[in-house]
């Protein structure tokens, strides 16, 4: 299994209740395709560089996974289609030695 970053900005037209909603679908998501969460790290509400579907601010959430390629793949196709997700990147983190 690798080593991953997810980052997600997430539309802050959202309440708090639906914003959370996005972030444990994304969580269980990895789970069901046999990945394991590491770490789950709210960063907030936060500028972005760009308005993105006219939108100047984003709820940025950060999830550290481990897994393989299959979860990598289908999270990104999900996250494609989900409503509340601005932008997504999904990175593998390098070995450290």
Do not use: C
Not at 37 to 60: C, M, N
């Amino acid at each position: 299994m690798k080593d991953y970053e997810l980052m997600l900005i997430i539309d802050t037209t959202l309440d708090s209740e639906s914003t959370e909603k996005v972030i444990d679908k994304v969580e269980k998501l990895i789970e069901k395709n046999g990945g394991e969460i590491g770490k789950s790290e709210k960063w907030g509400r936060r500028r972005l560089a760009y308005p993105i579907k006219k939108q100047e601010e984003g709820h940025y959430h950060i999830i550290t996974f481990n897994g393989e390629g299959k979860t990598v793949s289908e999270i990104d196709r999900v996250l494609k289609i989900t409503d509340g997700v601005l932008r997504h990147m999904l990175v593998k983190k390098p070995v450290s030695k």
